[in-house]
């Protein structure tokens, strides 16, 4: 996945990214990407790879068995990833729901002047990391289109 649009905001929500090794996904040239309730599982390599002008405010999601959700060799975007102590009630009009990792290693960025790119947007809302799993796995996926 590779999101490199000129002032492009994104809401990337309810995806299940499963083996992949890098690249899932790329945020770069003024891009604004809201990660929400999204499932990581069994990712060899990396997860978010943020490019120069690659903003990211990631919430409410579940890494299990990600090597690395973050390429931290060559980030140089901004990125703010929730935990149980994140707030965004300034930005968003609500707290972050909190991120889940089990088996991954770290993702614990925390620039709050990104949150100032959200104040005032239609922003997706987010579900406990605890209901996401579940929620992913039955829906998300080839033939699971809701009509």
């Known amino acids: 996945m590779y999101f490199d649009g000129a002032d492009d905001k994104v809401t990337f929500k309810n995806n299940y990214i499963y083996q992949t090794s890098g690249r899932a996904p790329k945020v ?3 891009t604004l990407l809201h990660a929400v309730n999204n499932y990581w599982n069994d990712n060899s390599g990396h997860a978010f790879e943020i490019g120069e002008g690659g903003y990211v405010l990631a919430e409410g999601n579940v890494f299990e068995n990600v090597k690395a959700p973050l390429e931290a060799s060559s980030f140089a975007g901004k990125l703010f990833t929730a935990d149980s102590g994140s707030s965004c009630s300034s930005a968003l009009g609500r707290a972050c729901e909190a991120n889940s990792l089990t088996g991954s290693g770290t993702f614990s960025e ?9 104040s005032g947007a239609a922003v997706a809302a987010a579900e406990s990391a605890s209901k996401v799993k579940s929620y992913v796995t039955a829906n998300a996926g080839i033939g699971k289109l809701a009509q």
């Open 28 to 30: 770069q040239t003024s």
């Open 110 to 118: 925390s620039d709050t002047d990104l949150l100032s790119k959200f």
